[in-house]
């Protein structure tokens, strides 16, 4: 089968499409055919060797696919072959064929295509972990997000919606802010200027916003803390922008808010039930409209590079997808 792997850390051009042996299932897992592979931030760190936690070399990038069961490993009971199904592989999602633990599947929607299924795991999954969980998102609050035309900022776009929050989205650009007006937000911040801080208070007042989502980080994680309500929520998401900010506690003290660390792999590793409850009210929330996944980009397997560098050069607009075989009419 083809592979894309990353047989040194560098640059999505040093990355190669090889031949590798079929991978055969063992004792828990499933044989997929990918169909589809979507990417994520994390992809761009891991092929760097900048991520938290690095698969030793080679392996293929790619965190979450949708295919077809080929193979049932032993133990295996509750999957049949030709089973259509997506999840999270937290590594080796760009192959034609991955062998994958069975309890990281699930069903696919019937309605739904391997590119849209592909893409479910890793941002929604984040982002209602986020908002759910770990801030307790109530109707009626505020919620800023940041990065809103990204992978899990319009994840959170939608979900802060659907769970009855005033979303207040703030990108780079007004295309991503048109993506996430589409996506439910009703108020919109273009900090191109660097003037987050100054347009939030425009918009809302002095009393600062109750919950903010932020996957950039960089200077613009200061503007948050700034932005931050009496008793408001600061969940730090990630730091697409590079730098990892530093944290004034004074804010912290001053707002008596909470900044809360979401890091959803290792969630779902320690709680795989509730992981598995969460994906079944997204699931439900995409059959029933109230979460339409966008796709930004489509590349065929071949064109992984193109595929990675939307994301490294700040272009992606919602969820950028490899699709591994094309798609059927
Ligand atoms: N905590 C978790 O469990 C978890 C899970 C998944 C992802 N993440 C993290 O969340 C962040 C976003 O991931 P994603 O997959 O949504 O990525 P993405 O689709 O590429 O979105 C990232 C967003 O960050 C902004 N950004 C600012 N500076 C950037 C830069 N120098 N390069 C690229 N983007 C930049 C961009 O928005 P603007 O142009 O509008 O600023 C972009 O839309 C990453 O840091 C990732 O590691 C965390």
Redesign the pocket.
């Known amino acids: 089968m083809r592979a894309v792997h990353c047989v040194r850390h560098g640059m999505p051009e040093d990355l190669v499409l090889a031949e590798v042996p079929d991978p055969v299932p063992s004792a828990g897992q499933l044989l997929i055919d990918v169909h589809a592979s979507s990417l ?3 992809d761009v ?1 891991m092929i760097q060797g900048k991520y938290q936690t690095q698969p030793p070399l080679p392996f293929a990038p790619g965190s979450e696919i949708a295919g077809v069961i080929a193979a049932i490993g032993p133990g295996v009971t509750g999957w049949q072959i030709g089973e259509r199904v997506f999840g999270g592989t937290g590594a080796g999602g760009f192959v034609e064929k991955a062998a994958v633990p069975a309890a990281a599947m699930r069903r696919m929607p019937a309605a739904m295509d391997f590119a849209t299924a592909s893409g479910l795991s ?2 929604y999954g ?1 982002s209602y972990y986020a908002l759910k969980q770990r801030a307790a998102l109530q109707p009626g609050e505020t919620l800023l997000v ?8 319009i994840a959170a776009v939608e979900l802060g919606v659907a769970m009855g929050a005033r979303v207040i989205a703030a ?3 007004e295309e ?1 802010l048109d993506l996430a007006r589409s996506a439910g937000a009703t108020e919109f911040i273009n900090y191109s200027d660097g003037k987050l801080k100054d347009k939030v208070k425009a918009l809302i007042g002095g009393r600062g916003v109750d919950v903010i989502y932020d ?2 980080g ?1 200077a613009l994680f200061d503007d948050c803390m700034r932005s931050i309500a009496w008793y408001g929520r600061v969940l730090v ?6 730098e990892i900010p530093k944290l004034p506690t004074n804010l912290v003290l001053l707002k008596s808010c909470q900044v809360i660390g ?4 290792a969630w779902t590793a320690r709680d795989p039930e509730n992981t598995a409850q969460n994906m079944r009210e997204i699931v439900a929330m995409c059959t029933d409209g109230r979460l339409k996944p966008r796709i930004g980009a489509r590349f065929p397997m071949e064109r992984y590079a193109e595929a990675l560098r939307c ?2 050069e ?1 272009r ?1 607009l919602g969820k950028v997808v490899l699709e591994i075989r094309a798609p059927q009419p």
């Open positions: 994520n931030f994390p760190l890793t941002t984040t940041t990065g809103a035309g990204g992978g899990v900022g990108a780079s650009s991503k996957p950039v960089g998401i990630g730091f697409a922008d590079g979401v890091f959803y792999g994301l490294m700040r992606a």
